[in-house]
């Protein structure tokens, strides 16, 4: 692809923006556009990448060879006329799963998917196949803490990749190695149920070669329909669990560990070399991220988890890591869809919680719906018996944290838009 030029519409997205930096190992001129200045905008122009602020006004060059889009730019939506404009100049489009799938084309993919874990699962195989001397390229819908970055660029055989199952975008990948987390009902937006999740993971499954795995629980309810009759080697990660694995990280992600550990065996890895990475990993940005401290001593972290069982998960093992200490959420619940379809168990999803602050739904790519709002999440909450109340603003969210919480108290900014900025803004400034 050397001397191509490619126009990215949303290159600050963090799915976008690794697809940017491996473009850019591959001698391709990159350039794009975003709404807002982010971590992933600023890494793109350390790296030489024109990046326009503001979509408001197309900025495609008329001689780019492709542009690449966000799902979420669809007609209406702001940085739409970029992608009109390239129509109008005759450039093809792709969306980023299809880029990223044509990106991998050639390599042995170990493709990382289900409900929850991608992303801590995707950094931690990068990092032990580092170790290992395989040199991989690697695509993680986050920044890994070891290298403040979303990409990993390598010269050997493998191909790393977190392969999101929304609107069956992973179908754009055919995994050498498919490592499946676990299997639950989530973007029922877009799926219609459990059953049409599993047909997507099934899909995928039977595009592993013969001589190709399928890593995963065996036994799990939901995952074994999905491998069931397949030809391909299935290999369970629990017989790679370890409960004594020594991690910096919290101990939920022991399960994500077995799962690396089982792919390390499939590549003959040595065992000490892979199980010291994992001790040595230091996770990825928003995933239990440790952001510092109020000026009353409260400590503050930052997480994305937006799913119930997620939430829930994570809580659980943050109870566990601080039995003594009031936990304080301030969540972001992520789509008015989403929200109202499991609404249920968001309102026990905080079981582990001292008190629940419950900001403004994050729209995201859906148009308001009136009929849920974070008021009404915050009441199903209290029903459960749960401290917790609604918050205008996320500046409100800011407040009510430097206000009211102490040392002694753990703070955690929950969801999948930019509560973090809540939790920041609440920092002790010196």
């Known amino acids: 692809m050397r001397g191509k030029k490619i126009y990215i519409v949303g290159i600050g997205g963090i799915g976008l923006s690794s697809l940017a930096q491996l473009y850019l190992h ?26 326009f602020i503001g979509q408001a006004e197309p900025h495609v060059p008329q001689d780019a060879d492709l542009l690449v889009y966000s799902d979420a730019i669809l007609e209406g939506s702001e ?5 009109v404009q390239a129509q109008e100049f005759g450039i093809p489009e792709l969306s980023y799963f299809e880029a990223l799938g044509k990106m991998t084309e050639g390599k042995k993919v170990i493709a990382i998917a289900g409900a929850h874990g991608k992303t801590t699962t995707t950094a931690m195989t990068i990092d032990v196949l580092e170790a290992g001397g395989l040199d991989p390229t690697g695509v993680v819908g986050s920044l890994r803490a070891k290298t403040k970055s979303n990409f990993r660029a390598g010269a050997g055989e493998y191909f790393v990749v977190e392969a999101d199952e929304y609107r069956r975008h992973f179908l754009n990948f055919t995994p050498y190695i498919l490592v499946i987390t676990n299997i639950d009902a989530d973007h029922l937006d877009y799926y219609k149920d459990l059953a ?12 592993v070669p013969k001589d ?13 329909p999905v491998i069931k009759g397949l030809s391909c080697n299935i290999v369970d990660y629990r017989s790679h669990f370890d409960p004594e694995l020594a991690l910096k990280v919290l101990s939920l992600h022991r399960v994500n560990a077995a799962a690396v550990m089982a792919v390390a065996h499939i590549l003959g890895i040595d065992e000490m070399v892979a199980r010291q990475a994992l001790a ?15 000026a009353s001593g409260a400590l503050v972290y930052d997480d994305y988890g937006h799913h119930p069982t997620e939430i829930s998960t994570t809580l659980q093992s943050v109870r566990e890591q601080f039995p ?5 959420v ?4 992520h789509l008015y869809s989403r929200t109202k379809a499991l609404m249920d168990d968001f309102a026990k999803a905080f079981g582990a919680a001292d008190q629940v602050l419950v900001a403004p739904i994050f729209a995201a790519r859906e148009k308001p719906d009136p009929s849920v709002s974070s008021d009404i999440l915050a009441d199903h909450i209290r029903a459960e018996g749960k401290n917790a109340q609604a918050v205008i603003s ?3 969210v800011a407040d009510y944290i430097k206000k009211n919480a102490k040392e002694g108290d753990v703070v955690i900014t929950m969801g999948a838009g930019d509560i973090y900025k809540a939790g920041e803004e609440a920092l002790e400034t010196k």
């Open 394 to 396: 996320l500046e409100a």
């Open 26 to 51: 591959e001698g391709v001129l990159v350039s794009g556009s975003d709404r807002s200045e982010s971590p992933t905008t600023e890494l793109l122009k350390s790296k030489g990448v024109q990046v």
């Open 196 to 207: 049409d999740i599993q047909s997507a993971f099934r899909e995928l499954a039977q595009k």
């Open 280 to 294: 040595d990993f230091a996770g990825t940005w928003r995933r239990f991220e440790y952001k510092g401290k109020t």
């Open 79 to 83: 940085g739409y006329a970029e992608r």
């Open 212 to 224: 190709g795995y399928i890593v995963c629980d065996m036994h799990a309810e939901n995952v074994a």
């Open 324 to 328: 003594e200490k009031r936990i304080i």
């Open 330 to 333: 301030a969540f972001h619940p």
